[in-house]
């Protein structure tokens, strides 16, 4: 071995401690930038990655299928402009029965072989493919109550209307990027599906060569339909409309997963660079030996550059494999809300990541050796030997006037003597401590945006207040599960108010009525809901402007007065049944059902509006169930009944966003808390015979941990105040950003959301993080020898 | 009967799997007394100190200092002991170079407990006697070694030890602040210190202490009183 191998060698052996930090340092770093790289590239087009990914439908097309005939349809794959397609697939719209008899919302069932092909592969999420004839898979967009914390396989569905009441088995759960179906079955399967006396349509995926543009996705749609009579066409669904409706799905998510992947990066460069530094930097008098015994500069450097990569190649290794550990389980949440159809690390990011690390240990131990070699010898051998620098002198004479004990006020001064040191772990604090107040911040503000969404909060209700029926339908089990039903027609809603009055434990109620009208500008039509009584208590959050107050104001969403250029104060006009009613806009209420477009009214604005639902809240102390029972037989004559209301619980967006949070900040502040062990380390190390001298003098190891603990107060506290206000700035960055990317405004209490106190906590994190940083060499210290530490130079 | 200062009874110790650097020691030091423990490189010199001053602990054997038996203490304990017990001077000094020479000598009685201000009296009480005063606000590395060396035995004597340890304090000095330290120990030992000084030069031995002790080979060669070591 050369004498240069043997120099690196032993350097990494006999120094363990800065070794290991080194590992430990790269490995942490590498796995959060391992985390925050994989997070930036899923937030970067997420739909158009899956899309990529499954070989996406640029276009889907339903044909009727008994106004054209199947080669009709086959002809149109040949048409021009097509580069694939998949299809003619045999389609129907079927409504199943749960084993409850609930009705489920009708099910697109398209009826494929299998799942893969040139167009739209389908991603298997579970289970397997329906091959059998009383076999179905749903898709994970069903809207059929397909509750993810459970499998859905062995479900039964029922299809009772249908000849022979077939009854088919959920063998799998898929996702389609093109939302190509509800549920798929064997194609044999579909002729059981389809009702006596009508025929099958067809489905017919396509790709185009050019469908960047809506131009150009029409005119590949006017060629594959050339063939195929007018009136057969049932449907076409672009994927341009699905990637719009994905991005403001996912757009919420992209702002805050960027601001913890950016914060992720910045912080592995810094402890990277850090310690590295940091470590060659105490080395200082080793290379002057080594100089002494004739190396050159050049090859201290070399040395020195080889010491820090061995440990940070192992290091790197590991946490990659790290890395990849902590961040699948966050991409599999990311992929399920982006609808993405994988979950794996980007094979690149990890190329990335590896190559940036060893770049910027073996930069940052470079340059640092670079400067060392330079060094004249003598100078290299008295580093350790002499007194350093005069530094932080003044702040150790202060500190020892301090009313505290000595052994504290031993640590307190500590940052001065070696400022660069202290910097370097106060950006690490600093650092963490943003993250930790971002984390908390976007927590309460998502709690806020949970409570302000989750209105029409009732202790009691009649009907569902959060109507999603169609016309004429009684009753049917919602996507999560819980029924959804409506106050009959026939019932005497006046009958109901005041069977409700009576009731003693009645405190406040209000009744509401929806129905769709169209509004000037808009080609969709809006649902209006209309409230009579008291709505004070059902807890809509007003942006802007106030509560309507008489028939004739409405308040209305953010969208609404996007989509109809429409501000507070101004009219709009409304088409109820063909009868036009002006309405001023009050107020802009936080709302994002029914994609932001709904109108909320006094129910005299329109007229003739039945309630569908009633919320009740009952006086504080009233036995809920015996008012439900009460309640309850005083309907009776009404065809109805009272339930008590159940939480809603909170929504699966704000929950990933939670989970994520809460990992993120893990990694963040295991990475800032690196970043003081780091120094803490070098710095002990740096002064083991200063803390031998304490000891003979008769410091017990309870003083000595007091004394380097106390060494990382002042810098956990300057954190702390620097990275609080620096966390809050991100998420007012944040938190206006998700709002942007929804399309809607938010309530202000969802962005003032800390608290003068929980700020005083948060700067206290930093303390924690410095402390909790520093612990393991304050251990180490404390344990150490004093014969030993006297003796070490 | 005057119970002993120090007491070391049938002491061991060896490191790794070397020879004992130490056999079969024992020792007995009276209050009062100053005593030059003599010995080559590997003698056991430092090991002897070491385990006096509670930094060591022996395989076997007992050592007792001021009526504690040190070799039974844990760290926590080994601590309070030299903070009461002992005071130490270091060839190097070992003085803290970021703190002033007041505020070195005032440590170990800051760490013991004692009042700032009443530690400080005590420190200026040092340095006047001891003739380094003057420098009190000064920070050692401007001090000469003899300088350097009296700081150190302020430091060493402000908790008012039974006991004072030193390890080579002559040797790296010149030969002029060596005499004014060796002086300096001898006066100590007629105000009634006692003294045990570890160093393998003999005219030190000669000049300020009572009693000489060699070692060789890890064990006690010679136990010879003033006069009689040469």
Request: glycine share 10%.
């Given at each position: 071995m050369s004498a240069l191998g043997r120099v690196v060698r032993s350097g990494v052996g006999r120094r363990r401690v800065q070794t290991a930090v080194i590992g430990l340092a790269t490995a942490m770093a590498v796995a959060a930038a391992v985390l925050g790289g994989s997070l930036l590239t899923a937030s970067a087009a997420p739909f158009d990655h899956a899309f990529d990914d499954q070989h996406g439908a640029h276009l889907s097309v339903r044909v009727d299928g008994e106004k054209a005939t199947a080669a009709q349809v086959e002809a149109s794959t040949k048409a021009s402009g097509v580069t694939a397609a998949a299809g003619p697939f045999a389609t129907v719209t079927a409504a199943a029965r749960d084993k409850d008899g609930h009705d489920l919302p009708p099910l697109t069932v398209v009826g494929r072989a299998d799942p893969g092909g040139a167009v739209d592969a389908v991603t298997l999420l579970t289970g397997a493919w329906a091959t059998g004839p009383d076999q179905i898979v749903l898709s994970s967009d069903a809207p059929v109550g397909v509750d993810p914390s459970r499998s859905p396989l062995g479900r039964q569905l029922a299809f009772p209307d249908l000849p022979g009441s077939p009854t088919l088995t959920v063998v799998g759960l898929a996702r389609s990027v093109s939302r190509t179906a509800g549920a798929w079955v064997a194609p044999s399967t579909i002729a059981r599906l389809t009702r006596p006396g009508s025929t099958a349509g067809f489905q017919v995926l396509y790709r185009f060569a050019a469908a960047d543009t809506a131009e150009q996705v029409e005119a590949g749609r006017a060629a594959v339909t050339a063939g195929i009579p007018a009136e057969a066409v049932s449907g076409t669904r672009s994927w341009l409309t699905l990637r719009q409706e994905a991005a403001r799905e996912t757009a919420l998510l992209v702002p805050f997963l960027v601001a913890f992947g950016v914060l992720g990066l910045v912080m592995s460069v810094l402890i990277v660079g850090n310690v590295v530094a940091g470590a060659v930097g105490a080395g200082l008098r080793r290379i002057g030996v080594l100089k002494a015994l004739g190396f050159t500069p050049a090859q201290v450097v070399r040395a020195h550059v080889a010491q820090a990569l061995v440990p940070a190649a192992i290091g790197t290794a590991v946490g990659v494999v790290a890395g990849n550990l902590v961040a699948l389980p966050v991409l599999a949440e990311t992929r399920d809300l982006y609808g993405a159809a994988t979950a794996a690390v980007d094979p690149l990011?990890?190329?990335?990541?590896?190559?940036?690390?060893?770049?910027?240990?073996?930069?940052?131990?470079?340059?640092?050796?670079?400067?060392?070699?330079?060094?004249?010898?003598?100078?290299?051998?008295?580093?350790?030997?002499?007194?350093?620098?005069?530094?932080?002198?003044?702040?150790a004479a202060l500190a020892s006037r301090l009313p505290l004990p000595r052994s504290v006020t031993l640590g307190l001064s500590r940052?001065?003597?070696?400022?660069?040191?202290?910097?370097?772990?106060?950006?690490?604090?600093?650092?963490?401590?943003?993250?930790?107040?971002?984390?908390?911040?976007?927590?309460?503000?998502?709690?806020?945006?949970?409570?302000?969404?989750?209105?029409?909060?009732?202790?009691?209700?009649?009907?569902?207040?959060?109507?999603?029926?169609?016309?004429?339908?009684?009753?049917?089990?919602?996507?999560?599960?819980?029924?959804?039903?409506?106050?009959?027609?026939?019932?005497?809603?006046?009958?109901?108010?005041?069977?409700?009055?009576?009731?003693?434990?009645?405190?406040?109620?209000?009744?509401?009525?929806?129905?769709?009208?169209?509004?000037?500008?808009?080609?969709?039509?809006?649902?209006?809901?209309?409230?009579?009584?008291?709505?004070?208590?059902?807890?809509?959050?007003?942006?802007?402007?106030?509560?309507?107050?008489?028939?004739?104001?409405?308040?209305?969403?953010?969208?609404?007065?996007?989509?109809?250029?429409?501000?507070?104060?101004?009219?709009?006009?409304?088409?109820?049944?063909?009868?036009?009613?002006?309405?001023?806009?009050?107020?802009?209420?936080?709302?994002?059902?029914?994609?932001?477009?709904?109108?909320?009214?006094?129910?005299?604005?329109?007229?003739?509006?039945?309630?569908?639902?009633?919320?009740?809240?009952?006086?504080?102390?009233?036995?809920?169930?015996?008012?439900?029972?009460?309640?309850?037989?005083?309907?009776?004559?009404?065809?109805?009944?009272?339930?008590?209301?159940?939480?809603?619980?909170?929504?699966?967006?704000l929950l990933l966003i939670a989970g994520i949070t809460a990992t993120l900040t893990l990694v963040l502040v295991a990475v800032a808390g690196l970043g003081v062990l780091n120094g803490v380390v070098l710095d002990t190390r740096e002064r083991v015979h200063d803390i031998g001298v304490h000891k003979a003098l008769g410091m017990t190891p309870r003083q000595t941990t007091a004394t380097v603990l106390s060494s990382v107060v002042l810098v956990g506290l300057v954190g702390g105040a620097l990275g609080v206000p620096a966390g809050m700035a991100l998420h007012g960055e944040v938190m206006p950003a998700m709002a942007r990317a929804a399309g809607t405004g938010m309530p202000s209490t969802v962005f003032t959301v800390y608290h003068p106190a929980e700020l005083v906590l948060l700067g206290l994190g930093g303390l924690v993080i410095a402390v909790l940083g520093a612990l393991l060499p304050a251990g180490w210290a404390a344990r150490t020898r004093t014969a030993t530490a006297l003796r070490t130079e | 009967m005057t119970t002993p200062v120090i007491e070391l009874r049938d002491v061991?110790?060896?490191?790794?799997?070397?020879?004992?650097?130490?056999?079969?020691?024992?020792?007995?030091?009276?209050?009062?007394?100053?005593?030059?423990?003599l010995g080559p490189s590997g003698s056991g010199k430092s090991t002897l100190l070491n385990l006096i001053a509670g930094l060591d602990r022996p395989d076997s054997g007992t050592v007792t200092v001021a009526g504690v038996r040190v070799d039974r203490l844990g760290e926590a304990a080994s601590a309070r002991y030299r903070r009461a017990k002992i005071g130490m001077v270091f060839q190097f000094f070992n003085l803290l170079d970021d703190l002033t020479v007041a505020d070195n000598v005032v440590l170990p009685a800051q760490l013991a407990g004692m009042a700032r201000a009443e530690a400080r009296k005590r420190a200026a009480e040092l340095l006047g006697a001891l003739g380094v005063d003057r420098h009190a606000d000064t920070y050692p590395g401007r001090l000469s070694g003899g300088e350097r060396q009296?700081?150190?035995?302020?430091?060493?004597?402000?908790?008012?030890?039974?006991?004072?340890?030193?390890?080579?304090?002559?040797?790296?000095?010149?030969?002029?602040?060596?005499?004014?330290?060796?002086?300096?120990?001898?006066?100590?030992?007629?105000?009634?210190?006692?003294?045990?000084?570890?160093?393998?030069?003999?005219?030190?031995?000669?000049?300020?202490?009572?009693?000489?002790?060699?070692?060789?080979?890890?064990?006690?060669?010679?136990?010879?009183?003033?006069?009689?070591?040469?």
């Amino acid at each position: 071995m050369s004498a240069l191998g043997r120099v690196v060698r032993s350097g990494v052996g006999r120094r363990r401690v800065q070794t290991a930090v080194i590992g430990l340092a790269t490995a942490m770093a590498v796995a959060a930038a391992v985390l925050g790289g994989s997070l930036l590239t899923a937030s970067a087009a997420p739909f158009d990655h899956a899309f990529d990914d499954q070989h996406g439908a640029h276009l889907s097309v339903r044909v009727d299928g008994e106004k054209a005939t199947a080669a009709q349809v086959e002809a149109s794959t040949k048409a021009s402009g097509v580069t694939a397609a998949a299809g003619p697939f045999a389609t129907v719209t079927a409504a199943a029965r749960d084993k409850d008899g609930h009705d489920l919302p009708p099910l697109t069932v398209v009826g494929r072989a299998d799942p893969g092909g040139a167009v739209d592969a389908v991603t298997l999420l579970t289970g397997a493919w329906a091959t059998g004839p009383d076999q179905i898979v749903l898709s994970s967009d069903a809207p059929v109550g397909v509750d993810p914390s459970r499998s859905p396989l062995g479900r039964q569905l029922a299809f009772p209307d249908l000849p022979g009441s077939p009854t088919l088995t959920v063998v799998g759960l898929a996702r389609s990027v093109s939302r190509t179906a509800g549920a798929w079955v064997a194609p044999s399967t579909i002729a059981r599906l389809t009702r006596p006396g009508s025929t099958a349509g067809f489905q017919v995926l396509y790709r185009f060569a050019a469908a960047d543009t809506a131009e150009q996705v029409e005119a590949g749609r006017a060629a594959v339909t050339a063939g195929i009579p007018a009136e057969a066409v049932s449907g076409t669904r672009s994927w341009l409309t699905l990637r719009q409706e994905a991005a403001r799905e996912t757009a919420l998510l992209v702002p805050f997963l960027v601001a913890f992947g950016v914060l992720g990066l910045v912080m592995s460069v810094l402890i990277v660079g850090n310690v590295v530094a940091g470590a060659v930097g105490a080395g200082l008098r080793r290379i002057g030996v080594l100089k002494a015994l004739g190396f050159t500069p050049a090859q201290v450097v070399r040395a020195h550059v080889a010491q820090a990569l061995v440990p940070a190649a192992i290091g790197t290794a590991v946490g990659v494999v790290a890395g990849n550990l902590v961040a699948l389980p966050v991409l599999a949440e990311t992929r399920d809300l982006y609808g993405a159809a994988t979950a794996a690390v980007d094979p690149l990011v990890n190329v990335v990541v590896v190559a940036a690390a060893l770049v910027v240990v073996a930069v940052t131990a470079w340059a640092s050796a670079w400067r060392a070699g330079r060094l004249r010898t003598v100078d290299a051998l008295a580093v350790g030997r002499t007194g350093g620098p005069a530094r932080g002198r003044l702040a150790a004479a202060l500190a020892s006037r301090l009313p505290l004990p000595r052994s504290v006020t031993l640590g307190l001064s500590r940052p001065f003597a070696r400022p660069a040191r202290a910097v370097a772990m106060l950006a690490a604090i600093v650092f963490g401590a943003a993250a930790v107040t971002l984390a908390v911040g976007l927590a309460a503000s998502l709690t806020e945006v949970q409570s302000a969404l989750d209105h029409d909060t009732a202790d009691v209700t009649i009907g569902s207040p959060d109507l999603r029926l169609p016309p004429g339908v009684q009753a049917v089990q919602g996507p999560d599960g819980r029924t959804i039903s409506r106050v009959p027609d026939t019932a005497d809603r006046a009958a109901i108010d005041a069977a409700i009055d009576a009731q003693p434990g009645t405190l406040a109620h209000y009744s509401k009525a929806t129905r769709p009208v169209v509004v000037a500008g808009l080609s969709s039509p809006c649902p209006v809901s209309g409230f009579t009584g008291d709505v004070s208590f059902a807890g809509y959050r007003m942006i802007s402007g106030r509560w309507f107050t008489a028939p004739g104001e409405v308040v209305v969403p953010s969208t609404f007065l996007t989509a109809t250029g429409t501000a507070v104060g101004d009219t709009a006009a409304l088409d109820d049944q063909g009868r036009s009613v002006v309405v001023r806009i009050v107020g802009e209420v936080f709302d994002t059902r029914d994609d932001g477009m709904g109108i909320f009214t006094d129910a005299a604005t329109l007229s003739d509006l039945k309630a569908d639902s009633y919320s009740i809240a009952v006086r504080p102390g009233t036995d809920v169930a015996g008012y439900v029972t009460a309640l309850d037989s005083a309907l009776r004559p009404q065809s109805t009944t009272a339930e008590a209301a159940t939480s809603r619980g909170t929504s699966d967006t704000l929950l990933l966003i939670a989970g994520i949070t809460a990992t993120l900040t893990l990694v963040l502040v295991a990475v800032a808390g690196l970043g003081v062990l780091n120094g803490v380390v070098l710095d002990t190390r740096e002064r083991v015979h200063d803390i031998g001298v304490h000891k003979a003098l008769g410091m017990t190891p309870r003083q000595t941990t007091a004394t380097v603990l106390s060494s990382v107060v002042l810098v956990g506290l300057v954190g702390g105040a620097l990275g609080v206000p620096a966390g809050m700035a991100l998420h007012g960055e944040v938190m206006p950003a998700m709002a942007r990317a929804a399309g809607t405004g938010m309530p202000s209490t969802v962005f003032t959301v800390y608290h003068p106190a929980e700020l005083v906590l948060l700067g206290l994190g930093g303390l924690v993080i410095a402390v909790l940083g520093a612990l393991l060499p304050a251990g180490w210290a404390a344990r150490t020898r004093t014969a030993t530490a006297l003796r070490t130079e | 009967m005057t119970t002993p200062v120090i007491e070391l009874r049938d002491v061991r110790r060896a490191y790794d799997d070397g020879p004992p650097a130490l056999h079969d020691a024992s020792l007995t030091v009276l209050p009062g007394e100053a005593v030059a423990i003599l010995g080559p490189s590997g003698s056991g010199k430092s090991t002897l100190l070491n385990l006096i001053a509670g930094l060591d602990r022996p395989d076997s054997g007992t050592v007792t200092v001021a009526g504690v038996r040190v070799d039974r203490l844990g760290e926590a304990a080994s601590a309070r002991y030299r903070r009461a017990k002992i005071g130490m001077v270091f060839q190097f000094f070992n003085l803290l170079d970021d703190l002033t020479v007041a505020d070195n000598v005032v440590l170990p009685a800051q760490l013991a407990g004692m009042a700032r201000a009443e530690a400080r009296k005590r420190a200026a009480e040092l340095l006047g006697a001891l003739g380094v005063d003057r420098h009190a606000d000064t920070y050692p590395g401007r001090l000469s070694g003899g300088e350097r060396q009296r700081v150190a035995v302020a430091r060493a004597l402000v908790n008012r030890p039974p006991l004072l340890l030193a390890d080579e304090p002559t040797g790296a000095l010149d030969s002029a602040s060596g005499e004014e330290v060796s002086a300096l120990l001898a006066e100590l030992n007629a105000d009634g210190q006692t003294i045990v000084v570890v160093t393998h030069d003999l005219a030190l031995a000669k000049s300020c202490t009572t009693r000489t002790i060699r070692l060789v080979d890890g064990h006690v060669d010679d136990d010879l009183t003033a006069g009689t070591a040469r």
